[in-house]
């Protein structure tokens, strides 16, 4: 199935950080994007301000495109899906961008006829113009119903310069785990770091040093980690430093206060689970005994 030539009409229900970005992707692959159904005052100052030429609309009518796209928050998700199934129709395609449930919660659109799709684009999108940007080249996890679905999944995912990655509807929220996981904890182990690096760097508050410090680092471990997993790893885990170890906890126990209490609790947590993964047996036995 070409879902290029000719092009298909789109609409997309929700003009959030999400919903701006797959719509800004649609137009640059040739997609005709004919509306975007603004939920909130603030998604309608989003759109204005990231897609002013492209129209608002009502759900209705959004509904009626050839491929309607739901970007709502996963709480709203199955409040929209009835909302839009009474205007849907045999033909329609029918896909929301949750990486938490598969087709099955699509079903009110599936019984009139629409094809129910689950694109989810492996990305975190921070509201900003570079979200859409980074939708080329992205993986994204999809599920249907049919092997007709499979076909149009991964064709819609390509033209949007995309990497279609077959995930079993029945997987749909241990993948989603994965990339909460992966996404979402590293924000909190990072600003973690950067939180004590504040407190030693010498300067009060926040300071530009601490991303400055761990910026290239980050980097280099998140891309070791892809590329070889655990045979990736650096540092006194890898080593079975146990001197190092109690060091770092004795430091961040003297950052004093509840930060450095709460920091050295999550350095221990992640020191026990990284020794468990790396085979560092004297670290284990360590935190184990504790």
């Known amino acids: ?11 997309i229900i929700s003009a959030g950080k999400v919903g701006v970005a797959l719509a800004e992707a649609f137009v640059r692959a040739g997609h005709h994007v004919h509306g975007v159904y603004a939920r909130s ?21 959004a509904a009626h495109a050839a491929i309607v796209v739901l970007a709502v928050p996963d709480p709203k998700l199955p409040e929209v899906i009835e909302e839009v199934a009474q205007h849907t129709r045999d033909g329609q ?9 598969g087709c099955g919660i699509l079903q009110p659109v599936t019984d009139t006829g629409a094809l129910p799709l689950a694109l989810h684009p492996a990305m975190t999108f921070a509201g900003t113009a570079a979200d ?3 939708l080329d080249g992205c993986a994204w996890g999809i599920t249907s119903d049919s092997e ?17 990655v077959a995930i079993p509807e029945h997987h749909r929220a241990a993948y989603h785990a994965a990339m909460a996981h992966a996404a ?7 600003t973690d770091a950067q939180e004590i690096l504040d407190r030693v760097v ?23 980690a892809l590329d070889r997993r655990m045979d990736g790893l650096t540092g006194p885990v890898a080593r079975d430093d146990v ?9 961040l126990q003297e950052l004093g206060g509840g930060d450095g209490r709460a920091s050295e609790a999550a350095y221990t947590t992640m020191a026990r689970r990284t020794a468990l993964k790396a085979g560092a047996i004297e670290v284990e036995r360590l935190l184990d005994l504790e």
């Open 184 to 190: 979402n904890h590293l924000v909190t182990l990072l």
């Open 93 to 101: 395609i029918v896909a929301h961008v949750s990486g938490a449930f």
């Open 1 to 11: 199935m070409d879902i290029q030539q000719p092009r298909l009409s789109v609409g």
């Open 243 to 251: 001197a190092a170890v109690m060091r770092h906890r004795a430091a």
């Open 132 to 134: 859409s940007e980074r």
């Open 148 to 164: 007709v679905g499979d076909a149009v999944a991964q064709a819609l995912v390509a033209s949007l310069g995309g990497v279609p």
């Open 202 to 224: 010498g300067a009060p508050g926040e300071s530009p040093d601490s991303a400055l410090l761990l910026r290239r680092i980050a980097h280099a471990a998140v891309d070791n």
């Open 41 to 61: 005052e603030r998604s309608e100052r989003l759109a204005s301000e990231r897609i002013p030429n492209i129209p608002r609309t009502s759900l209705s009518s």
